[in-house]
C-alpha cells in the first residue's frame, strides 16, 4: 500500500516538537500478571464468568432428589422465558398456501402467516406422497443467508417427508424472505461491511449478514427488557400452532430439529414448548464455559441476559425438556461448539436423565465433520424421529449409496438442493417486507416503546418516584452499587510552568486497575474539574488545551480514563463475527452481560470512585465529559447530584430510542442497558441531576 511520504513526515515532525510527546503521559505498563492493560478489563469480567459456572456447577452436583430436579428445571424455565420478555398473545394467524411444488417422492407446499399482526413467517412444508394425517417435524434455519432455501435445510425436511414425516422448514428474522434491514432501492449485489470479502446477497436490497441483523435488533430488545431470542421462539410456536391446526397433521406427535443458529432455535423451543415430543438440535450444544475459551460468545440470540449469573448453562437446555426424548447432533471438528463440552454436557444431561428415571432418552450423535447439518447427522435425525413420532425402526439413508465419511467429505454436503431460492419463494417480490403493510421487528420494538412513551406515561411514572426510589431504580437497572474501595500509586510526575501532573493509578479491591492524570496548580482556588475523555484522557493534556486553562485558573483537575477507554481500550478480538460493527470489543460487552452487568454500571461506579477521590481535596466539582464517557457521566450525577455543582456533556448519546429508529448506528452496544427504557429514557435523567446543572453541547 502506498503512503503519503510528505504527510507522515510532517505528522512525524509535528509529534516529535509537542511537549506531550516527550514528556510520556502514559500511565499503566503491563501488571504482574502478565496481561497488558487492554486485556485486564476482559480478565476481570472472565474471572466473574468462572465463579458464577462454578456455582452453578457445584448447584447442580447437589441435586439429589426428584423435587430438586423438578424445581432446578422450573426455576430455570421462569427466569429464561422472563428474560426474554415473555411472549405475546396469540392472534389469528391468517395461514395461506400460496404456492406447491412437486417433487421425486414428495410434494412441497409454500406456506405464509403471520406469526404477529402484519408479520409474516415464510415456510415450506415437505409432505408425504401418501394420505396423512401425518407427524411433523419442525426444522428451524441455521445462519443461512437464504433461508430455508439452503441445501442443509431442503436435504433434511425431504428425507422426513419421504419417511412418512410432513416437514415444516421457516425463514428465522433476518434471513431468507425476512430480511428486517433492506433498502427501498436496489442497493447492490454483495454484503456490506465485509471489507475485501465478497459474499453475494440472497436479495438485492439486503443490506448485511443476517447475524448482523440479528444482533442490530437484539440492541433495541435489550433496551426493552426482552431479547430477540422472543421473536424467534415466537415465531417457531406459531409454526406448531399452524401444523396443529391443520387436519392432515398428528397434533400430538411435533418433533424438532435444526443446525447450528436451527440448533440454538431447537434448543430453546424444546426448552420452552412441551408439545415438542422428539428434539434433536445440531452443532450448537457445548457449555458456555468452552465457547467463551474457543470461539467467544455468537450473536444476540444466543446469549440471555445475566444468565451465567442465574445459573443457566447450555446443558440446562436439555435438562429443563427432561425426560422427554432428545438427540445431540454434533461433529468432531466443529470449529464454533467445541466437541468437548458437547460431550460435558451431554454427561450433565445424561445424568439428570438418569435422576429423573429416564437414560436411554437423551443420546448423542457425533460425526466426523466440520460444524454443519451433514448427511450423518440428517439421517440420525430422521431415524429418531421416526423412531419417536412414528414408533418403530427403521433404516433410513439419504442415498442407496453412501459416501465414505473418512475419504469423501466433500460429497458429505451436498452443492445444491432440490429446488432454487426463487421457486420456494412464498412472497413475489422475494422480501416480506416489500409487502404492503408489513412490520418488521422495528416497528414493532418502536410501537413498545411509544406505548411506554406516549401521554409521557413512562416520564411521568418515572419522575412520580421520589428521588431516593429514581436512583435505586437506575442502579438496580445498570447494575451500579457503592464505588468500590481503592488504592491510589502515584506512578510518576511531571512539571510544567505553573503546575505538576501527577500519573495516578487507581486499583479497585477487585483488582482492576483505572488511569488517571491529576493536574495540580502551584495556586489551587479549592475547586477542582473532573474530565473524562470518550477516547483517551491525553486529548486535552497538552500545552495550550483545555486542562492547561482550567488549570491557570487554579482548579484541580482528573483527567481520567473510565474502564475500556484509552490506555485500558478493548483490544480488538480476533473471534469479533461482527467485524467491529457493535464496537471495538463486542466479546467482551457480551461476557459482561451474559455476567448480568452493563458496561454503563460498571463505568458510572468509576465515575463516582473519581469524584469520591476529588472531593477529599475540594468540595466543587465540575464533571466534563465527552463521547463514550458522556452516559455514564450523566448516570453518575443523576445518582450523586450532591457530588458536582456543574455537568458538562459532549456528543451526549440523545436518546435510547435511537437503536430502535437508527438500527445501523455503530460501536453504539457500549451503551445499551438491559430493560432501561421501561423505566426511562437518558433526558430524564437530567432533572434528578438538578436543575440547570446540566449542559449538552452536540
Known sequence: MKRNTSFSIVFLLSTLLNPAFAE????????????????????????????????RRGAFESLDSMEDCHRWQEERRQFFRKQIGGFPKRTPLHPQIVGTLQGDGYRLEKILFESRPGFHVTANLYLPESDGPYPAVLVPCGHSHNGKAANFYQRASILMAKNGMAALCYDPIGQGERYQMIDRIEDGKYFRGLGSRKLEVPHPRVRYLCTIEHTAMGLGCILLGSNVAQFRIWDGMRCIDYLQSRDDIIADKIGCTGNSGGGTLTAYLMA??????????GCFLTTFGKLMETRGAQDAEQNIFAQIKFGLDEPDLVI??????????????????????????FRQSKRFYTRVGFPENVQLVEADAKHGFYIQQREAAARFMHRHLLGEEKEIREHDRRPDPLTDEKNLELS?????????????????????????????????EKDLRTGGKRADRFRSLPDDK?????????????????????????????????????????????????????????????????????????????????????????????????????????????????????????????????????????????AEALSETSNSIALVATGEAAVPALHAAALRAD????????????????????????????????????????????????????????
Request: aromatic share 8%; glycine share 10%; hydrophobic share 40%.
Open 24 to 55: 510520556d503521559l502514559a500511565v499503566l505498563e503491563t501488571g504482574e500478571s502478565g496481561t497488558s492493560p487492554r486485556g485486564e478489563l476482559r480478565e476481570y469480567l472472565y474471572g466473574d464468568f468462572l465463579t458464577h459456572l462454578e456455582r
Open 272 to 281: 420452552l414448548d412441551d408439545r415438542i415430543t422428539a428434539a434433536a438440535p
Open 320 to 345: 429443563m425438556r427432561a425426560p422427554k426424548p432428545t438427540l445431540i447432533l454434533a461433529a468432531t471438528r466443529d470449529a464454533t461448539f467445541d466437541i468437548e463440552g458437547t460431550w460435558d454436557l
Open 416 to 448: 445444491q438442493g432440490d429446488w432454487t431460492q426463487e421457486e420456494l419463494y412464498c412472497t413475489a417480490p422475494g422480501q416480506v417486507l416489500l409487502m404492503e403493510g408489513e412490520r418488521s421487528v422495528f416497528d414493532l420494538l418502536l410501537e413498545q
Open 470 to 610: 429514581r436512583r435505586s431504580l437506575i442502579r438496580s437497572l445498570i447494575g451500579s452499587g457503592d464505588p468500590e474501595s481503592y488504592t491510589e500509586n502515584v506512578s510518576g510526575t511531571i512539571r510544567r510552568e505553573g503546575y505538576r501532573i501527577e500519573k495516578v493509578i487507581f486499583q479497585t479491591a477487585s483488582g482492576l486497575r483505572l488511569a488517571a492524570l491529576r493536574f495540580l496548580p502551584d495556586a489551587p482556588t479549592g475547586k477542582a474539574i473532573l474530565y473524562l475523555d470518550g477516547e483517551n484522557m491525553k486529548t486535552e493534556a497538552g500545552p495550550g488545551g483545555n486542562i492547561e486553562k482550567w488549570v491557570r485558573e487554579g482548579k484541580v483537575v482528573l483527567a481520567a480514563e473510565l474502564r475500556g477507554i484509552g490506555e485500558s481500550e478493548l483490544s480488538n478480538d480476533p473471534r469479533d463475527w461482527a467485524k467491529g460493527q457493535f464496537g471495538p470489543d463486542w466479546q467482551v460487552q457480551l461476557l459482561a452481560y451474559l455476567n448480568g452487568r452493563s458496561f454503563v454500571g460498571m463505568r458510572t461506579d468509576d465515575v463516582l470512585l473519581f
Open 643 to 698: 457530588l458536582f455543582h456543574q455537568v458538562s456533556l459532549e456528543k451526549l448519546l440523545p436518546t435510547w430510542t435511537g437503536f430502535l429508529t437508527q438500527p445501523e448506528r455503530k460501536n453504539q452496544a457500549i451503551h445499551a442497558v438491559h430493560g432501561a427504557l421501561r423505566h426511562y429514557d437518558l433526558p430524564d435523567l437530567i432533572p434528578l441531576a438538578g436543575s440547570g446543572k446540566v449542559t449538552v453541547i452536540e
